[in-house]
């Protein structure tokens, strides 16, 4: 490879700049700062301001932010995923960032030549090990087994590489975890917070080992394989480290999303007004009376909402629950998570820094930009007659709502207790798996109850804990992106394969419906003195104008390789179950 180019003592400084502005989000705009994606320029690195801009941009490529609308693939979000929704030919579910990996790989074969001091070598190439482990995992479980490169293509290789087994992409993932973990610092904190250290990796690693045991991978023995020891080691290990390390539950699991720095975020993608922001995605989450250009995403269905235990822990309707529930009542007496991550008609949700704001749903009370009803005119985009909490910055108002700077928590404590449950459960410990729920639920604020089993039920049977954790981190985890994902390793998403999704429509008001609302009801909701319990309520399938029912057929586990990267190389397989297919991707 030629490193190509020279730069200026002014360009060098400026791209010094760059990891502070993407890693750390602190710093002034920059403007013309040269594209070190392709080729660095000469002597990149052998400055460390160079290095680490490189490294940043690398960080910017590969660490997501927060999802929005992933919860519409599963029983989360209201969008229908119909038929035809993933093809060889369209570019949904695909993932090939191969010019990605080029450019990990570019500092990975030219930052050990530099002159930079070889102790600040080990871990800026520690952190470039981990970014390609993380790309790699995300490639194998979305198709499978891909080719592996570990240095950068020339136009003079043979660019036709075929795919290596999955087996063998995991074996190079672990490795690179292996090696970024015995080189990296155990915690970043200060202004290097949201660099990859030991707890990052060794938290991430428990989470390759967790799919790579899971029934995704091995669908001829799904819960009895070799593997699961394995990862409950990894996971074990995480969870020791990070509780050695200051690490745990926040008492307050809003808090979690709605402040930065503290010990339950593991792995943060940092956001920093203004140079940084919206990666909540918040103008397209909030209610449009209170964003602009967007609205619907991460809308709960009625199915999420009922998910949600009563105080007690016990679900709705559970006849042993010490609540009496009720559907004119939902909200009530429910799992403090229900309030924190859902908003309901009537609630109090406090948006553009409107003391005492009310969200309505109800048509004609409502804004009709708000409303979930059928008399809404022009009614086409599902409504659910409810919104989405969840790492909002309610005082924004609507012209700054995209200037969210809430930090992604990518990698928090209790992603890894849950795996940490799964891996114990499996590997026959249910009492460590149980003691994880019962710390979740305490943190949520549900009554322990005189058993101390926070609604849970003594004696559970392995399938029975499994289940327990899988809809524990629903309602726990919910819009960050893990739901559809969880069945999807657990290859359970015939769950979802003709699912019909209802919302909860506010029906009348004091006994009005949406057409007979009076003056004064109208009156009463611009005051917000409409109470949730001033209305009815029915449970009503969403309105769209395509498919009602979710199409989730089993080709789904492993998704194809786009028919343009088969077009370009012949050498690669299509995998089994699509046409022309005859690579296996499981172990």
Sequence with gaps: MKIISSTSNKLITRIGLLLCLLISGCGDVLEDVQDLSNYPAQGTFDN????????????????????VNVGNYADEGGGIIGPDWITPINTTMKYWPYDVVRRINIMLSELPKGIIKEEDKAPIMAQAKFLRAYVYFKMVYYHGGVPILKIPQELTDDLNVKRNSTAECFDFILQDLDEAIAALPPQYVGDNRGRIDQAAALSFKGRVLLYKA??????????????????????????????????????????VFETEGHRENVLSVLYSDPVKTNGRGEDAVRPLSESKNATGGDQPIWALAEAYPMLDGKLPGDPTSNYTYDEDSFWVNRDPRFTANIVWNGAIYELSGKAGRRQY??????????????????????????YCRKGIMEQLPPELVNMNDLDWPE?????????????????????????????????????????????????????????????????????????????????????????????????????????????????????????????????????????????????????????????????????????????????
Excluded: C
């Excluded at 009602?548 to 690669?572: A, G």
């Design 361 to 386: 749903t109800m048509p004609n009370i409502a804004l009709s930009v708000d409303a979930f009803g059928y008399v809404v005119q022009g009614e086409s985009h599902y409504r659910t007659g409810l």
């Design 411 to 587: 990698i928090r404590y209790a992603e890894v207790l849950f795996n940490f449950a799964e891996t114990a459960n499996e590997t026959g410990k249910p009492e460590e798996a149980l003691q994880v729920l019962k710390e979740i639920r305490a943190r949520a604020g549900i009554e322990a109850g005189v058993d101390d089993m926070y609604g849970l039920t003594p004696g559970m049977a392995r399938e029975e804990i499994r289940e327990a954790i899988l809809h524990e981190k629903y309602i726990e985890m919910a819009f960050e992106g893990h739901r559809f994902w969880d069945l999807r390793r657990h290859r359970m998403l015939d769950r979802l394969d003709g699912l019909r999704k209802y919302g909860i429509m506010a029906v009348a008001v004091n006994g009005h419906s949406p057409e007979e609302v009076t003056p004064e009801d109208i009156s009463k909701a611009n005051s917000n003195e409409l109470l949730p319990e001033n209305f009815s309520y029915e449970v009503a399938e969403l309105i769209t104008n395509g498919p009602k029912e979710m199409s989730m057929p089993d080709t789904y586990y492993f998704f194809p390789i786009e028919l343009t990267h088969i077009d370009k190389n012949p050498d690669l397989e299509q995998n089994i179950g699509w046409e022309g297919g005859t690579f296996d991707p499981t172990l």
């Design 48 to 67: 460390i301001q160079t290095t680490e801009a490189y490294l940043a941009a690398l960080y910017a490529s590969t660490l997501p932010t927060w999802p």
């Design 214 to 255: 899971s029934p995704q991978f091995n669908p001829d023995n799904p819960y009895n394989n070799q593997y699961w020891e394995a990862a409950y080691a990894a996971n074990k290990a995480a969870k020791e480290f990070l509780d050695a390390n200051g690490y745990g539950l926040l008492e307050n699991y809003t808090d």
